[in-house]
């Protein structure tokens, strides 16, 4: 730079310049810089002076030194799905960088480009991860010469932080399984996740199933009051997965026969005997059977063993069984079998008749200790009770099967039956017999 005096008397004898008001910096004319840098940028002033005194008014000259791109370094950024995210790509340069200077990429992304010194996305994905480019070109114009193109670049790493996907494992809506089968996994897969989860929860019929925090659930042996609907869940530094999907357990198990009580109805009423069988599959109709013992003819089906009027032939010891298959969804079918035993003891009341059995008793007047007897032909149960009825009329005082006459009078000729009575009821009255006492003629 040349302090150059356009007028001068006498001629100037010393040059002062100056930087930003600052001390004397140079006294010649000229003031080089051999390589310009930023820090060189300043206002410049340079003045004259002979024997008369300095110049009133010093030439000044702004010095620009243009320089960039220097890219500031953007650290690696972890944003959450679903939020507002910005980065901004800043740096040093003489222009100052404008949003028409930059331009941002992502890598192994040709498609899409973003303009301006500040990168949105509004609403950022897990599928936005990857490494973006901040490219700047900024244009040096210099006061003399040719303007320049002067790039510079810089990168940042964006990893998308998102709450985990879970599923359960065997991914069954219904997952059957045999009772006692032993160490029953359930796994909560994660399908998805950013970072990986560190607690991990599960569920049964939307209750917490306390101490179990980890990824497989393990059922050590299976029980029935193991059957339910089991979720899982899953919880990384982001947020909680929520509830898998349902995968319900069904245990499969089988027969338990309730015990039967003894039956006892009365003949000739309805009578229905259940089979009451608690098992998973419930039983149907044709996997329960009935077989009579000691009868190879009786055979029945279905859980109710129906007598319509049931008959004192009915009376025995009838067999229950059960034959379901299990059929979990992994693994061999399994067939259960279970039996009960149950007594039918039909009621029903005495039926009678007199012995000795002749339709007329012709017996001699006087004989002594004649018997009749009231025979019990069947009663169920035993009889308590007899009745004597002489000509119709009921005997008073005799209640035994037995009826003696200690001796035998023209008196006691007549009509006899009798009937005997049990807890069921009376019985029909027996057959008559015609006592016909003879009578002894003395000459």
Same mark, same amino acid.
């Given at each position: 730079?040349?302090?150059? $005096?356009?007028?001068?008397?006498?001629?100037?004898?010393?040059?002062?310049?100056?930087?930003?008001?600052?001390?004397?910096?140079?006294?010649?004319?000229? !003031?080089?810089?051999?390589?310009?840098?930023?820090?060189? =940028?300043?206002?410049?002033?340079?003045?004259?002076?002979?024997? #008369? +005194?300095?110049?009133?008014?010093?030439?000044?000259?702004?010095?620009?030194?243009?320089?960039?791109?220097?890219?500031?370094?953007?650290?690696?950024?972890?944003?959450?799905?679903?939020?507002?995210?910005?980065?901004?790509?800043?740096?040093?340069?003489?222009?100052?960088?404008?949003?028409?200077?930059?331009?941002?990429?992502?890598?192994?992304?040709?498609?899409?480009?973003?303009? +301006?010194?500040?990168?949105?996305?509004?609403?950022?994905?897990?599928?936005?991860?990857?490494?973006? /480019?901040?490219?700047? /070109?900024?244009?040096?114009?210099?006061?003399?010469?040719?303007?320049?193109?002067? %790039?510079?670049?810089?990168?940042?790493?964006?990893? /998308? #932080? !998102?709450?985990?996907?879970? =599923?359960?494992?065997?991914?069954?809506?219904?997952?059957?399984?045999?009772?006692?089968?032993?160490?029953?996994? #359930?796994?909560?897969?994660?399908?998805?996740?950013?970072?990986?989860?560190?607690?991990?929860?599960?569920?049964?019929?939307?209750?917490?199933?306390?101490?179990?925090?980890?990824?497989?659930?393990?059922?050590?042996?299976?029980?029935?009051?193991? =059957?339910?609907?089991?979720?899982?869940?899953? %919880?990384?530094?982001?947020?909680?997965?929520?509830p898998s999907s349902t995968v319900h357990l069904d245990v499969l198990y089988g027969v338990v026969i309730q015990p039967f009580k003894k039956n006892e109805p009365m003949e000739s009423t309805k009578i229905v005997v259940l089979c009451n069988v608690t098992s998973n599959p419930k039983v149907t109709d044709n996997d329960v059977k009935w077989t009579k013992n000691n009868n190879v003819t009786f055979r029945r089906s279905g859980q109710h063993l129906v007598f319509d009027n049931v008959h004192r032939k009915d009376s025995g010891m009838y067999v229950c069984s059960v034959l379901i298959t299990l059929s979990p969804t992994i693994g061999q079918k399994v067939?259960?079998?279970? =039996?009960?035993?149950?007594?039918?003891?039909?009621?029903?009341?005495?039926? $009678?008749?007199?012995?000795?059995? !002749?339709?007329?008793?012709?017996?001699?007047?006087?004989?002594?200790?004649?018997?009749?007897?009231?025979? $019990?032909?069947?009663?169920?149960?035993?009889?308590?009770? !007899?009745?004597?009825?002489?000509?119709?009329?009921?005997?008073?005082?005799?209640?035994?099967?037995?009826?003696?006459?200690?001796?035998?009078?023209?008196?006691?000729?007549?009509?006899?039956?009798?009937?005997?009575?049990?807890?069921?009821?009376?019985?029909?009255?027996?057959?008559?017999?015609?006592?016909?006492? #003879?009578?002894?003629?003395?000459?």
């Amino acid at each position: 730079m040349t302090c150059i $005096v356009t007028d001068a008397n006498p001629a100037v004898e010393s040059f002062t310049w100056t930087k930003d008001a600052s001390s004397k910096i140079s006294s010649k004319d000229v !003031y080089s810089i051999s390589t310009v840098y930023r820090n060189h =940028t300043g206002r410049y002033t340079c003045s004259a002076a002979n024997t #008369l +005194g300095s110049s009133k008014y010093p030439a000044m000259l702004q010095l620009d030194v243009l320089y960039g791109a220097e890219i500031d370094n953007i650290p690696n950024q972890e944003p959450h799905e679903g939020t507002k995210f910005s980065i901004t790509c800043s740096g040093n340069s003489f222009p100052a960088l404008t949003d028409t200077d930059v331009t941002w990429t992502k890598k192994n992304n040709s498609i899409n480009k973003w303009h +301006g010194k500040t990168l949105l996305i509004d609403n950022i994905n897990r599928i936005d991860k990857g490494t973006y /480019v901040c490219s700047v /070109v900024i244009k040096l114009v210099p006061s003399v010469g040719d303007a320049i193109d002067v %790039t510079g670049e810089t990168t940042v790493k964006v990893d /998308v #932080l !998102y709450r985990p996907t879970v =599923t359960i494992f065997p991914n069954f809506t219904q997952y059957k399984v045999v009772e006692n089968s032993t160490n029953l996994d #359930l796994d909560c897969r994660v399908t998805d996740a950013n970072p990986t989860p560190t607690v991990y929860g599960w569920y049964k019929d939307d209750s917490r199933i306390n101490g179990y925090i980890t990824r497989i659930y393990t059922i050590k042996a299976v029980q029935k009051t193991h =059957t339910g609907s089991y979720t899982c869940d899953a %919880t990384n530094t982001v947020n909680n997965s929520g509830p898998s999907s349902t995968v319900h357990l069904d245990v499969l198990y089988g027969v338990v026969i309730q015990p039967f009580k003894k039956n006892e109805p009365m003949e000739s009423t309805k009578i229905v005997v259940l089979c009451n069988v608690t098992s998973n599959p419930k039983v149907t109709d044709n996997d329960v059977k009935w077989t009579k013992n000691n009868n190879v003819t009786f055979r029945r089906s279905g859980q109710h063993l129906v007598f319509d009027n049931v008959h004192r032939k009915d009376s025995g010891m009838y067999v229950c069984s059960v034959l379901i298959t299990l059929s979990p969804t992994i693994g061999q079918k399994v067939n259960v079998t279970g =039996t009960s035993t149950v007594e039918v003891n039909v009621l029903y009341r005495p039926i $009678v008749t007199i012995s000795p059995n !002749y339709i007329h008793y012709n017996i001699i007047e006087n004989t002594t200790n004649l018997t009749l007897t009231c025979s $019990v032909i069947d009663s169920n149960p035993a009889v308590t009770f !007899y009745q004597w009825y002489k000509n119709g009329s009921p005997m008073d005082g005799i209640s035994a099967a037995i009826y003696t006459i200690p001796t035998v009078l023209r008196s006691h000729t007549g009509n006899y039956t009798c009937n005997a009575k049990n807890p069921v009821g009376l019985s029909d009255p027996s057959s008559a017999i015609h006592l016909n006492v #003879l009578c002894k003629f003395f000459l």
